[in-house]
């Protein structure tokens, strides 16, 4: 095998978090309906040559990882959050952001709205080529497609990590029969206090009111949350004794999932079954929602417009779970830290 092609967008040693024998995982295809007892963890969230055909890639994202792996470790064999240091937990948000943004869900996304953008430009383009003297048909016009590398979302999630260092944490410990589970998009951003009030997306990454979670193992995750709207007491670690929280935790993997589930125990095959079957329908067909939201002639005379890119809204009823409060607050969805905001936006201008 060529050293680097095998290119992984979710961690092995995440996997081996949750195996019971550091090999394998139990596995569900949403595609196929099926489930697997024992797929093996290198085969796993990897293509090859996913980010690039440079074989270093995959060795560099791997001491990307190292300092986050050790941070996850002691986190699990002390139980509590207390073993990190605050510059830790804000390397952790990174790490966090970067995985997030490497998967193949992330790329799907970035896809999707670079060719909403392209079929826009689609008659722009045939009116040029055919100024140079290039015919174009209509037919391979039409069938012409972009294929992402993810280098944008990548990047982002790479330079953008200081914009989650406002963000409260806190370990959930889960003392129920059933475990925490996770899929091949298991870092997931939501917003349960703006996602019924406002039109678009609001899972930005400086969003207001922004929740990600972000299961560490079977009986552990992580909550990191904007404290500005959500009450979650004043511990770092909050004991999970509900079924129906777990239920419902779980149920975020289902709905952001790209394609396949994976837990620990086959135990769980019949419980994941049936919560797939009950949120199949939210699942959105489409990842992203794209599209011009306004136009204008500017002051040079010539025709503007304002694209508008964002997640497909989900609708999830985060806030019935039992651990988590929404504070009364009258302040609008906006950005948390427009300054900081601007300042990363100018940098990956630059970039």
Known sequence: MVHGKNQHFVSQFYFRNFSLDGKTICLF???????????????????????????????????????????????INNQNLSCLSEEQKQTLKRYLLFQHGRTEYARDSEEETANALFELYKPNIAECAKDQGVEISTEKLKNMKIKSNSKNSVLLSLVSGPLLYDLSMILLDNKTQTDFIFSDNPVVFYNSFFNDKVPNGTEGISSTGLQIYFPL????????????????????????????????????????????????????????????????????????????????????????ELWHTSSTKIKYNLEDLSFLKHKKTEIPYGLRNPEMTEINYNILDAI
């Open 29 to 75: 295809n949403l595609n196929n309906k099926k489930f697997i007892q024992s797929a093996s963890i290198k085969d796993q969230c990897s293509k090859d040559y996913f980010y690039s055909k440079d074989p270093r890639v995959e060795t560099l994202f791997s001491s990307l990882e190292t300092s986050s792996k050790e941070l996850i470790s002691q986190i």
């Open 217 to 304: 193992n079977s009986k552990l995750a992580l909550f990191i949350f904007d404290p500005t709207f959500y009450d979650l007491g004043q511990s770092e670690k909050t004991t999970i004794n509900k079924d129906s929280d777990i239920q419902r935790l779980n149920g975020l993997q289902i709905l952001y999932c790209n394609e396949h589930i994976y837990f620990g125990n086959m135990r769980m095959k019949d419980q994941i079954f049936l919560r797939y079957n009950q949120l199949k329908s939210k699942r959105p067909k489409q990842k992203t929602v794209n599209g011009v939201v306004a136009s204008r002639i500017a002051e040079d005379g010539t025709y503007r």
